[in-house]
């Protein structure tokens, strides 16, 4: 990706089977702090297996949905972005998990190391990444949210459509 360490995006992503091949688009900018707004966007664009939605916040978090008609999963890679970002709340409340405090989470995590997912780990498994596989890749803090993201698109096999959507934005 063209994109530098000193520099995280915020963006959103909407990618969706067409005659048989991955296509993914950019979706505004301002859907990376609103959920409903997002799970709006994905059920506009029309396709028969549902739409898949990837956010990246910064250097902070990712969000991945699925969206099958009115039936919406939600994937949060860290819980604790939820005291400083809205998008990570909204996707909480979503999922029906309280936020935690800090000494909630520090009784959790014991590691300020670890990233805490919620939502469903499942929720790429049909498309060929396992619960295993998506916790390593969102509890590898070493890794941006964008660089796991466009892991994640590389192992369902949208890699290209991906990384033309990121460049066409942010070259």
């Keep these: 990706m ?11 992503i909407v990618v969706y089977r067409e005659d048989d091949s991955w296509e993914a688009e950019m979706l505004p900018v301002a859907l990376t ?13 029309p396709s028969i297996n549902g739409t898949i939605g990837l956010v990246a916040v910064g250097d902070e978090f990712f969000v ?18 939820s005291w400083d970002f809205p998008l990570a709340r909204q996707a ?24 805490l997912p919620a939502g469903d780990l499942s929720i790429f498994a049909d498309l060929g990444l ?17 660089d796991v993201l466009s892991s994640i698109a ?8 991906f990384e033309r959507a990121i460049d066409s934005v942010f070259g």
Aim: charged share 30%.
């Design 33 to 45: 702090s609103d959920l409903e707004g997002l799970i709006h966007a994905l059920r506009q664009q």
């Design 154 to 161: 590389a192992r369902l096999g949208f890699s290209e459509p």
């Design 92 to 115: 909480l409340e979503y999922l029906d998990v309280p936020v935690p405090d800090e000494d909630e989470l520090d009784a959790i995590l014991q590691d300020e190391e670890t990233a």
């Design 130 to 146: 396992d619960e295993m596989e998506l916790g390593i890749l969102s509890g590898d803090i070493d890794l941006l949210p964008e």
């Design 64 to 81: 991945a949905l699925r969206v099958f008609g009115e039936h919406v999963e939600v994937f949060l890679s860290d819980i604790a972005a």
């Design 2 to 12: 063209a994109m530098s360490d000193e520099d995280p995006l915020d963006f959103a």
